[in-house]
Structure formats: structure tokens, C-alpha cells
């Protein structure tokens, strides 16, 4: 009896442990082409395993989705490395969540991006060369810059929350992929 319920206990956790389990997949576009996808294992609920927390943007008095931060999982979000902005998002009913997935068109938005560069690494080019995601933190042993460009945010067709975007600035682009929504909220209240 002892050894079924010891089992039961260990299956039951390796069942809720790999549950909550997101998968973030990353990708740079530089001279026309995509790299392939950097995989990192992460937990829902902001707080992951890997390299990055990443945290919703929202607009706090109507809760409205508009963006994501990331941040290196060992600083405080107030250290982030990268975010963007969609300046013009609008929930799309069912009906035309159904008629994009079905044509598999892509919705398209305006924003901007957030990132930083270093002495090292002094365009963005070079940042995603070396490491495929925008990844200088506003700190360090070299001066470091912030940039702000526009954007065009591209997220791919989805049922119930958007989980693959496509972010495209300064000649650059990166893409970024959940395995699924990993955030408790949804961008509507």
C-alpha cells in the first residue's frame, strides 16, 4: 500500500509539474533571415527557469493587453532588457479570429520596442549576431544606451490567446513563441 501511494504521489507531481511547464522559443531576423529557435523552459505565473522573466503589458484602468517585458530571471522587472508596444490593438471577436485562422493571415499591428545596446555590441544587429534576443540589461561594466524605434508587431493566428509574435524594427526582428499563453490574466478582464 505504502508503495502505490508513494507512486501515486510522484506520477501526481510529475503530472502537475510538467502542466504548468511553458515553453518560450526565441528567433532573430537579421539580413533577411530568420535564425532558428533558441528553446528555454519556463514556468507560468512570471517567475521561469531560464533566462527571462517576461511579465503582460496592460492598460491598467480597462486591463487591454498591449505588450511584453523581458528581463533577466535573476534582476527585478524594473531592469528589463527588452518590451514592445502595440500602439493600436483591438481584441478580435470570434469571427475574425475564425476567418484568420482559417486563411492563416497574420494580424498586424504598429508599436514600439525597447531595447538597449552596449560599447560591446553597438547596434542591434550586433546584439542579435552574438545572441539571437535582445538581451543587454541596462547595467553593466560598459556604457549602455537605450533605444526606442518603431515597429510593425505581427502575431500569428490563434483560438483563445495569442501565443507566437513577430516584431519587426530598425531593419531587425525577433520572434518570440510561447508554447502556450503563460500568463494568469488574459488581455481582457
Not at 522559443?25 to 533571415?33: D, G, K, L, R, V
Not at 514592445?84 to 494580424?107: A, S
Not at 520596442?113 to 555590441?121: K, L, P, R
Not at 524605434?149 to 516584431?167: D, L, Q
Request: charged share 20%.
Amino acid at each position: 500500500m505504502r508503495e502505490f501511494l508513494l507512486t501515486f504521489v510522484l506520477v501526481l507531481t510529475g503530472f502537475l509539474g510538467g502542466h504548468s511547464q511553458v515553453v518560450l522559443e526565441t528567433s532573430a531576423y537579421i539580413n533577411n533571415h530568420w535564425s532558428g529557435w533558441d528553446h528555454q523552459g519556463y514556468l507560468q505565473d512570471n517567475y521561469y527557469r531560464g533566462y527571462f522573466s517576461a511579465s503582460m503589458l496592460y492598460v491598467s484602468h480597462s486591463h487591454t493587453f498591449y505588450g511584453l517585458k523581458f528581463w533577466s530571471a535573476y534582476d527585478s522587472s524594473n531592469e528589463w532588457c527588452f518590451q514592445f508596444y502595440m500602439d493600436n490593438y483591438i481584441k478580435p471577436d470570434n469571427r475574425t479570429k475564425k476567418e484568420h485562422n482559417k486563411n492563416k493571415i497574420w494580424y498586424e499591428y504598429s508599436g514600439y520596442v525597447e531595447y538597449y545596446v552596449s560599447d560591446e555590441y553597438p547596434t542591434i544587429q550586433k546584439v542579435l549576431q552574438h545572441f539571437h534576443f535582445p538581451v543587454i540589461k541596462p547595467y553593466g561594466d560598459t556604457v549602455r544606451v537605450k533605444r526606442r524605434a518603431r515597429a510593425t508587431i505581427k502575431i500569428a493566428p490563434y483560438k483563445k490567446e495569442p501565443t507566437c509574435f513577430n516584431i519587426y524594427f530598425d531593419g531587425v526582428g525577433v520572434g518570440i513563441s510561447f508554447s502556450k499563453w503563460p500568463f494568469e490574466k488574459s488581455y481582457i478582464k
